[in-house]
Structures are given as C-alpha cells and as structure tokens.
C-alpha cells in the first residue's frame, strides 16, 4: 500500500490549507491509501528557529518523510511568500529528503497574482531538496474554500485541481 505524509505549513490551528490536506487525507484513506502528517505548527518552534536538526520532534517528522512514497505540502499565501516556519522546516531536512518522491504542493491564496512567484519560489525549495517528481501544483483562492467544522467546501475548483491529489494510488511507481 502507497504511503503519503501530509504537511500542513501553516501557523494557525484553523487554516484553510489545514482543512483541505484533512480532505485530501480522507479522499485517499477511501482510495486504501496510507497516510501520515507533519504538522509544521506543532513542532516545537525553538527547533525550528534554532535549527536543531537533531531533536525527536524533527526527528520523527524526517523519518516520516524518509518512509513516504509521496508528499503533499499545502500552504498558505501572505505577501506572495509562504510561511516562514514552513521554510524553517524545510532547512532541517536533508538535501535529499524528497528525492524519488511524488510531490504534490498545494497553496492557498487572496489574489492569482501570487501563483506565479509563489510556484516558483516554493518548487526550487522542493527541489534543492531533491524533489524529482512533482504533480503540477494546485493553487486555491481562499474565496474557494468554505470551512464548516473544518469540513471543506471547495467552490468554483475545477475537477483536476480537487483530484490531483487522488492521483497517487495511479502513479506507476506505486504499482508494485
């Protein structure tokens, strides 16, 4: 059975982003696909700050990714940058930490106006960590998504853009 880790980049215990990697984790738990998360507000933020690679928190979360056949990373936009606790996270990891892996990033945003730098910036951070294999992103406007009890809602999505998700359980690499 495939294994996907999930990582939620956002600050906020109720985000968007959160919402939707909890529908992506439902859509493929009902696809028989396993999966774990890494919630980047959860880790202990003087790890994070201080860059101690070495701690059980960061440790369990790189173990996590090293077990994974795919990673789903959804973020939120402010500024056109993402999170800077996402990009903490990400400077504990291994140069080859999503290498041979599918990725698959989703970002939330206010305005289209963001995708283009935000795409740009956040794919050369997946691939300074190796990533090789990216599924073309899905980039939400927060208007898209209605939270209600942290179900979601998306609206006005078109179909790719909620299923690339779903895609992993059809990647040749997991047809083992």
């Known amino acids: 059975m495939p294994k996907i880790v999930t990582i939620a980049g956002c600050t906020s215990p109720i985000s968007r982003a959160s919402a939707v990697l909890a529908h992506v ?24 700050l201080l860059g101690r690679a070495y701690s059980a928190p960061v440790r369990q979360s790189k173990t996590l990714i090293e077990g994974a056949d795919g990673i789903v990373i959804a973020a939120s936009v402010c500024k056109a940058a993402y999170n800077g606790g996402l990009k903490a996270f990400f400077d504990l990891l291994p140069s080859d ?19 283009p730098a935000m795409d740009y910036s956040l794919r ?31 609206r006005s999505c078109p179909p790719k853009s909620v299923m690339s998700a779903m895609s992993f359980r059809t990647m040749p690499s997991f047809n083992r």
């Open 97 to 115: 930490a999503f290498r041979g892996k599918i990725i698959l990033p989703i970002v939330l945003g206010t305005s289209p106006l963001d995708f």
């Open 124 to 154: 050369a951070v997946l691939a300074a960590l190796g990533a090789n294999t990216m599924v073309e992103g899905v980039y939400l406007l927060e208007r898209q998504v209605q939270l209600y009890d942290m179900a979601v809602m998306l």
């Open 25 to 48: 984790h439902k859509a493929l738990a009902s696809a028989a696909v396993s999966t774990e998360s890494i919630a980047v507000r959860r880790l202990p933020s003087e790890d994070l």
